[in-house]
């Protein structure tokens, strides 16, 4: 089973940059779809980006889209999300997903993801 450890969350103002990872535990990332989804205070969670194995294709969130950027390393068995210009309305609890059914298939649902990480945390102030 793949456990996707997120990390590199935290606190910062507005206008600031985060870089967010996801390392797997138990088994390779290297042949799966990767996910990231957020989940805002109150709300339901969802979609902000996604990669294919080979990182050849991308897939974003219009709400995030020229600020956001999915990338992996497949050496390091982990996929980052490099987060900049960021916003209040970005705070929110990030996980890391797997689809472990797809290499190639980008998806924004979060149904067709099978394992989650525990979250982390990223809090944006005004």
Known sequence: QVQP???GGGLVQAGGSLRLACAGSGRTLTNY?????RQPPGKEREFV???TWSA????YADSVKGRFTISRDNAKNTVYLQ???LKPEDTAVYYCAV????ATRLSAR???YDYWG????????S
């Not at 779809?33 to 989804?37: A, I, K, L, N």
């Not at 050849?56 to 897939?59: D, K, M, P, Q």
């Open 33 to 37: 779809v990767m996910g990231w989804f």
């Open 83 to 85: 987060m900049n210009s």
């Open 56 to 59: 050849g294709s991308t897939l």
């Open 5 to 7: 450890v997120e990390s």
């Open 118 to 125: 525990q979250g982390t945390q990223v809090t944006v102030s």
């Open 110 to 112: 979060t149904g067709d």
């Open 49 to 51: 980006a996604a990669i």
């Open 99 to 102: 689809d472990r059914h797809f």
